[in-house]
């Protein structure tokens, strides 16, 4: 196995965004159904939610809302896309509200407590049914100002939002109740609706280090709607993966510092986006690494994923990283008249053993792309773990200071793991090794940036020696196969669904360009989409 391998499996486990749980040796063809059966885990059930206080305030709302009615719209909202939707509610079929409400009525029927439950939902926005019977009252006589308008989103419990607690799964943060993230208040004044919280690997998937993927001591082990208890979901967003996957909401709001959109977007047949680092806010996010971390959209199509990103955008004079763009044209216009002619793609020579990827290349050429086979550059990114160790020790503490509910009694990675020694088989039944590891780590301010600098600038090369060598226009990998290069090179990078393997697994074909091309990913992402047309939806929730 050479070095680059060697490197790649070590950062699916350090960076905790491993799409393949039970499988410390992972490899990037592994079968992502040869895990372990989630029988066999410590935990499947929330311990702190309570389904009937989960719906007390939004019962009463949907006591008009039948199973008749719920059947009556499937063909208007399952699988359809957001103009779609906008369409049916502009010509009267659906509303605001029977949209939202058919949604809530979804995730009640399916998410907890059933044979096909998926604990996808971590919280509910007591206010969404109002909210969307505002949005058809100002509909009337007006045209939508954004697409997103009127659509019922989910964000990932790391963010924050008015009306429901921000607890990154952690009990620790269970009456974090907040003012909206940046990205939050960007939605809103686009007229999206919060429908609620998704649940997530338990602080981004940077804790317990030997748990599996999706698991939160608030929310309990979500399940993937494609082999429910045998696929994986992939973390550290699993929660909104799995929520779009299975039509719990029009889209979804994730985050990644290494692979946590990515991955679960792949292993649950879904589109997702990384972004340029500082293309989207992260203030109001419970952080791992400011350096890393950004927000993204997951969606069930390219289409839905332009317009969801499109409506996040906006310059946050609070964040460092934050970009000022000049965008001539919206994320949303014109993926129609993309073009794949003339355009190079980069084809790691190692993933041509995958039947899909080259299935997927095949779809490419077609198109008129150009596949370039190529090696790896045999490049590896030192410290990772420490960038995440140091970056997440004084990370943390800022956002518990400066977006955190002033009653959060823990200020620090050390007085949350004080915190659930209270009770640690409830609070933290895997331990939580990785928030341990964060404490022992020390190191010097030059030292810390020579950390970085080395990363980034080995991130960059891994992809510009071959993008200059061959003329590349952007790299075509699997799944988050390529997360942790992208990650430290702050490049952007977006997942299609590429098909199944034979045991039902979903998996990803994953573009990857220069920092700041999200149109570009988006437009060959779309092209390829609709040569291929690979999602399905989970049969069992349709």
């Given at each position: 196995?050479?070095?680059?391998?060697?490197?790649l499996?070590?950062?699916?486990?350090i960076?905790?965004?491993?799409p393949?749980?039970g499988?410390?040796?992972?490899?990037e063809?592994?079968?992502?159904?040869?895990?372990?059966?989630?029988?066999?885990?410590k935990?499947?059930?929330?311990k702190?939610?309570n389904?009937?206080?989960?719906?007390?305030?939004?019962?009463?709302?949907?006591?008009?809302?039948?199973?008749?009615?719920?059947?009556?719209?499937?063909?208007?909202?399952?699988?359809?896309?957001?103009p779609?939707?906008?369409k049916h509610?502009?010509?009267?079929k659906?509303?605001?509200?029977?949209l939202t409400?058919f949604y809530?009525?979804?995730?009640r029927?399916?998410?907890?407590?059933?044979?096909l439950s998926l604990?996808?939902?971590?919280?509910?926005?007591?206010n969404?049914i109002?909210?969307?019977?505002q949005k058809?009252?100002e509909?009337?006589?007006?045209?939508?100002?954004?697409p997103?308008?009127?659509m019922?989103?989910?964000?990932?419990?790391?963010?924050?939002?008015t009306?429901?607690p921000?607890?990154a799964?952690?009990?620790?943060?269970?009456n974090?109740?907040?003012?909206d993230?940046f990205?939050?208040?960007?939605?809103?004044?686009?007229?999206?609706?919060?429908l609620g919280?998704?649940?997530?690997?338990e602080?981004?998937y940077?804790f317990c280090?030997?748990?599996?993927?999706?698991?939160?001591?608030?929310?309990?082990?979500?399940l993937?709607?494609?082999?429910?208890?045998?696929?994986?979901?992939?973390?550290?967003s699993?929660g909104?993966?799995?929520?779009v996957?299975?039509?719990?909401?029009?889209?979804?709001v994730?985050?990644?510092?290494?692979g946590?959109?990515l991955?679960?977007?792949?292993q649950?047949?879904i589109v997702?986006l990384k972004p340029?680092?500082?293309?989207?806010s992260r203030?109001?996010i419970?952080?791992?690494?400011?350096?890393l971390?950004?927000?993204?959209?997951m969606?069930?199509?390219?289409?839905?994923?332009?317009?969801?990103?499109?409506?996040m955008?906006?310059f946050?004079?609070?964040?460092?990283?934050?970009?000022?763009?000049?965008?001539?044209?919206r994320?949303?216009?014109?993926?129609?008249?993309?073009?794949?002619?003339?355009?190079?793609?980069?084809?790691?020579?190692?993933?041509?053993?995958?039947s899909?990827y080259?299935?997927a290349?095949?779809?490419l050429?077609?198109?008129?792309a150009?596949i370039v086979?190529?090696?790896?550059?045999?490049?590896?990114l030192?410290?990772?773990l420490?960038?995440l160790?140091?970056?997440?020790?004084k990370?943390l503490?800022?956002?518990?200071?400066?977006?955190?509910?002033s009653?959060v009694?823990?200020?620090?990675v050390?007085d949350?793991?004080?915190?659930?020694?209270?009770?640690?088989?409830?609070?933290?039944?895997?331990?939580?090794r990785l928030?341990?590891?964060?404490v022992?780590?020390?190191?010097?301010?030059n030292?810390?940036l020579?950390i970085k600098?080395?990363?980034?600038?080995?991130?960059r090369?891994?992809?510009?020696?071959?993008?200059?060598?061959?003329?590349?226009?952007?790299?075509l990998?699997?799944?988050?196969?390529?997360a942790?290069?992208?990650?430290?090179?702050?490049?952007?990078a977006?997942?299609?669904?590429m098909?199944?393997?034979e045991?039902g697994?979903p998996?990803?074909?994953?573009f990857i360009g220069?920092?700041l091309?999200?149109?570009?990913?988006?437009?060959?992402?779309y092209?390829?989409e609709?040569?291929?047309?690979?999602?399905?939806?989970p049969?069992n929730?349709n």
């Amino acid at each position: 196995m050479n070095r680059i391998v060697l490197f790649l499996i070590t950062i699916a486990i350090i960076s905790c965004k491993n799409p393949t749980e039970g499988t410390p040796v992972l490899t990037e063809t592994t079968d992502t159904t040869a895990v372990k059966d989630f029988r066999e885990l410590k935990v499947l059930d929330s311990k702190y939610i309570n389904t009937s206080e989960l719906w007390e305030q939004v019962n009463k709302a949907l006591e008009d809302f039948s199973e008749d009615s719920y059947n009556s719209l499937k063909p208007l909202v399952l699988e359809q896309d957001i103009p779609t939707i906008q369409k049916h509610i502009l010509e009267g079929k659906l509303s605001y509200e029977t949209l939202t409400k058919f949604y809530l009525y979804r995730i009640r029927k399916f998410d907890r407590e059933n044979e096909l439950s998926l604990n996808a939902v971590i919280s509910i926005n007591p206010n969404a049914i109002n909210e969307a019977k505002q949005k058809d009252r100002e509909l009337l006589n007006r045209k939508l100002k954004h697409p997103i308008f009127g659509m019922p989103i989910l964000l990932k419990d790391n963010i924050n939002a008015t009306g429901m607690p921000t607890t990154a799964g952690a009990v620790a943060l269970k009456n974090n109740n907040t003012n909206d993230a940046f990205i939050t208040k960007q939605l809103k004044q686009q007229g999206a609706i919060i429908l609620g919280k998704a649940n997530l690997s338990e602080w981004a998937y940077f804790f317990c280090g030997d748990c599996p993927s999706g698991y939160s001591a608030i929310g309990g082990q979500t399940l993937n709607p494609y082999g429910r208890r045998i696929i994986d979901t992939g973390g550290s967003s699993s929660g909104s993966g799995v929520a779009v996957a299975a039509n719990f909401c029009v889209a979804a709001v994730g985050s990644e510092t290494s692979g946590s959109i990515l991955s679960p977007s792949s292993q649950n047949s879904i589109v997702g986006l990384k972004p340029t680092i500082g293309l989207l806010s992260r203030s109001g996010i419970v952080p791992i690494s400011s350096t890393l971390d950004t927000p993204g959209p997951m969606t069930k199509n390219v289409t839905d994923n332009s317009i969801l990103l499109d409506a996040m955008l906006g310059f946050d004079a609070s964040d460092f990283k934050s970009i000022k763009t000049d965008l001539k044209e919206r994320m949303y216009k014109g993926l129609e008249s993309m073009s794949l002619e003339g355009k190079r793609f980069g084809a790691f020579k190692r993933l041509l053993e995958d039947s899909l990827y080259v299935q997927a290349l095949s779809d490419l050429k077609s198109k008129g792309a150009t596949i370039v086979e190529i090696d790896e550059e045999d490049i590896g990114l030192p410290n990772f773990l420490r960038l995440l160790n140091l970056d997440m020790k004084k990370d943390l503490p800022e956002y518990l200071s400066n977006h955190a509910n002033s009653t959060v009694t823990v200020k620090s990675v050390q007085d949350v793991i004080d915190f659930n020694k209270s009770d640690s088989l409830k609070i933290m039944p895997y331990g939580q090794r990785l928030f341990e590891g964060i404490v022992a780590d020390v190191a010097a301010e030059n030292e810390f940036l020579k950390i970085k600098d080395t990363l980034k600038t080995n991130g960059r090369q891994y992809f510009e020696i071959p993008m200059k060598d061959h003329n590349l226009d952007g790299f075509l990998s699997i799944n988050n196969y390529h997360a942790g290069f992208a990650a430290v090179a702050e490049y952007p990078a977006i997942t299609v669904p590429m098909g199944y393997t034979e045991k039902g697994a979903p998996k990803g074909l994953t573009f990857i360009g220069k920092p700041l091309t999200e149109k570009q990913l988006l437009g060959w992402a779309y092209v390829y989409e609709q040569a291929s047309k690979k999602r399905k939806i989970p049969k069992n929730y349709n």
